[in-house]
């Protein structure tokens, strides 16, 4: 028996009568239960960083004050441990000091698998090629707005990367994605990465392992980060 719709006057269904709901009512599987608090990582997050200590990383960067800042110069922070697809949710800060413009100010980067960079900058009233300010994916992607807080106040980016898949000839299967909400703002979404970052010339995907670490990077200004946290997906 068909179900029997009452239809409103433009044609929009508004109420059903008869059938049995539910036959369209799906069990299973039941999502398992994440502790989502204010004040900490969800329940099933790792956390890289909470402003302890640098356990989770290989580096040389200062610890202070609850953040971690680049000692420029010294190069770049490694986690120890490798991710592929992730939710990562990480806070950094310019410093308050203005120095240098353009891409000299702020500069920093989180790069995911060591190759696919979302840059940070100071692009607070700092104009710069926009493929390259900060929430681009560097060279490849402008930030659909532009949600930059002050200099030397803390921001946020949370992260969804999909790991590129390779065949095992070494071809691409799928490229990586990212969707990117800066400050709570969405600025990258859902973008299809062109293959590994490269400051000059085109991007081509080289195959490489599902899993490799996170990189923050030394661009030789004193960024800081802190509250950063990874879910695996
Ligand atoms: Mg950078």
């Known amino acids: 028996m068909l179900p029997l719709l009452a239809l409103g006057v433009?044609?929009?269904?508004?109420?059903?009568?008869?059938g049995d709901p539910t036959l369209t009512e799906v069990?299973?599987?039941v999502p398992k239960i994440v502790e989502a608090s204010e004040e900490r990582a969800p329940s099933d997050a790792i956390v890289l960083f909470d402003g302890a200590d640098l356990s989770e990383w290989t580096g040389d960067w200062i610890l202070e004050n609850g953040a971690v800042t680049i000692t420029p110069g010294t190069g770049n922070l490694v986690t120890k441990r490798a991710f592929g697809?992730?939710?990562?949710h990480i806070e950094w800060r310019t410093p308050t000091l203005i120095e240098g413009e353009g891409q000299?100010?702020?500069?920093?980067g989180v790069f995911l698998m060591e190759r696919y960079e979302l840059q940070v900058l100071d692009s607070y009233e700092n104009t710069t090629y926009p493929n390259g300010q900060?929430?681009?994916?560097?060279?490849q992607h402008i930030p659909l707005v532009n949600a930059s807080r002050p200099p030397g106040e803390w921001q946020s980016y949370d992260i969804v990367f999909m790991a590129p898949i390779f065949r095992d000839d070494g071809t691409l299967?799928?490229?990586a994605t990212f969707t990117v909400l800066h400050n709570g703002v969405l600025i990258q979404?859902?973008?299809?990465?062109?293959?590994?970052?490269?400051?000059?010339?085109?991007?081509?995907?080289e195959a490489h392992n599902a899993k490799l670490p996170l990189m923050l990077q030394d661009h030789t200004?004193?960024?800081s980060y802190r509250n950063i946290w990874i879910r695996e997906l």
């Open 134 to 139: 900060a929430g681009s994916i560097y060279k």
């Open 85 to 88: 697809d992730v939710q990562l």
């Open 221 to 223: 200004n004193p960024v």
């Open 189 to 205: 979404n859902h973008v299809t990465v062109e293959g590994p970052t490269v400051f000059i010339g085109e991007p081509e995907y």
């Open 10 to 18: 433009m044609g929009i269904v508004v109420s059903q009568t008869q």
């Open 104 to 108: 000299g100010r702020g500069n920093s």
């Open 27 to 29: 069990w299973e599987p």
């Open 173 to 175: 299967s799928q490229p």
